[in-house]
């Protein structure tokens, strides 16, 4: 091999993020390709985002206790969700405008994770809609569905997931009002995106990027467009401040959508084990335990430290999801051992959607994958459906 095919090869490496190992070696990347304020409202959390260290910090708390000499030459990393196969043991979470990351944005999501064998959750602020992102994948797809004010608005999206052939319907209880999300604020960020005088910069440096929002559609919503007088991005930006917030919602919501919504039904925000046993009273398949990210709320526990409690106030009919700091293969065996169905992340999959687009998720999907194989090894597990508490160090099994 010559030189210039040597450089070639590192190149396309370069490009293709094969040469990451992690997710936050992905984050790394990203953060250097994207404008400030548009890392900001990607990585950022609400508040002080001690919820988003809170996330980590609790995952990082749960420890193994290996076992040795166990013959894990084969090693199992699927399971099974509502019944049904999972080969790549994780749910990519729902996340708002991936076409701010990228402009294939969801689209690119949506196939690698049908190309894993992963699901894949559309978020209601999608930059691709409903429809679109179907029509690109045969995998597995979920759609997450916010309260809003106007109940036309709430029927006319699940009837739209349901005529798409979407599996289950996730139903995001924790957004009674925005949160507080500081760097945003700062920032000014908002749709569309508009660049702020002291900004400028910041966009220049990132010309690729740049080029890329230039030669696609305007950054906006989606699934919105059909519910506003216009279809820009500002007149749709202004729908959703006013129609997205109801604190006026209650169970009784959620039961109305039971009783329309006939496949799994998810509830995602749930960190009190009094909502749990209330969501399962309202006839939901499934609850998400979740804090948002950390992006609604500050001032709440890591996701891994509530998890316990929630699971053992439901029966084992419900399927529980851990949603909250994911980073890490070792991360996703630890959520099965706490009695997880199933592992969720939002921003391992972004990040890699902004350093390398589907590529990038590609990428990020087999890291994981294979870390949760080399994990099943060194704690002594032939298959990822044995994992539970007997693996994790005797303070974190009781």
Not at 5 to 20: M, Q, T, V
Not at 287 to 296: F, P
């Amino acid at each position: 091999m010559n030189f210039r095919e040597i450089k070639k090869l590192i190149s396309f490496r370069r490009r293709s993020g094969a040469g990451i190992q992690t997710v936050d070696e992905f984050r790394e990347k990203a953060k250097k390709k994207i404008p400030h304020a548009i890392w900001d409202f990607i990585d950022g959390g609400a508040g002080t985002e001690q919820a988003v260290h809170a996330n980590r910090a609790s995952l990082e708390a749960v420890l193994f206790q290996p076992n040795y000499l166990v013959d894990v030459s084969q090693r199992d990393t699927s399971t099974h969700v509502f019944g049904k196969p999972l080969r790549t043991p994780l749910i990519l979470s729902p996340a708002g405008i991936a076409t701010l990351a990228h402009p294939r944005g969801e689209l690119a999501a949506a196939r690698s994770a049908d190309k894993a064998g992963a699901i894949f959750c559309l978020s209601t602020g999608s930059g691709h809609s409903i429809e679109q992102v179907a029509e690109v994948s045969n995998g597995r797809l979920w759609f997450q569905l916010y309260l809003w004010k106007n109940q036309e608005v709430i029927d006319s999206l699940i009837s739209r997931a349901k005529n798409s052939g979407y599996e289950a319907l996730i139903v995001t209880v924790d957004v009674p009002v925005v949160g507080k999300r500081e760097r945003d604020l700062r920032n000014g960020m908002s749709l569309p995106v508009t660049i702020r005088p002291g900004q400028y910069l910041h966009y220049l440096r990132k010309p690729r990027w740049v080029s890329g929002i230039l030669r696609n559609p305007a950054i906006t919503f989606g699934n919105l467009t059909s519910f506003t007088s216009g279809d820009d991005a500002s007149s749709i930006g202004e729908y959703v401040n006013k129609e997205l917030n109801d604190p006026s919602k209650t169970w009784d919501d959620l039961e109305r959508i039971r009783s329309v919504w006939k496949g799994p039904l998810i509830i995602k925000g749930i960190m009190n084990p009094k909502d749990a046993q209330r969501a399962e009273q309202a006839g939901v398949d499934g609850i998400i335990v979740s804090n948002h990210g950390g992006r609604q709320f500050s001032s709440v526990p890591g996701v891994a430290t509530i998890f316990p409690e929630i699971q053992a106030v439901v029966s084992e009919h419900i399927e529980l999801f851990f949603d909250g700091g994911i980073r890490r293969g070792e991360d996703i065996v630890k959520a099965y051992a706490l009695g997880a169905t199933a592992a969720c992340s939002g921003r391992s999959w972004f990040w890699a959607l902004a350093a390398d687009g589907e590529q990038g998720v590609d990428r990020v999907l087999h890291i994981l994958e294979k870390e949760v194989e080399d994990t099943l090894a060194l704690i002594g597990e032939k298959t990822l459906t044995q994992v539970g508490k007997h693996n994790l160090y005797r303070h974190q099994a009781t």
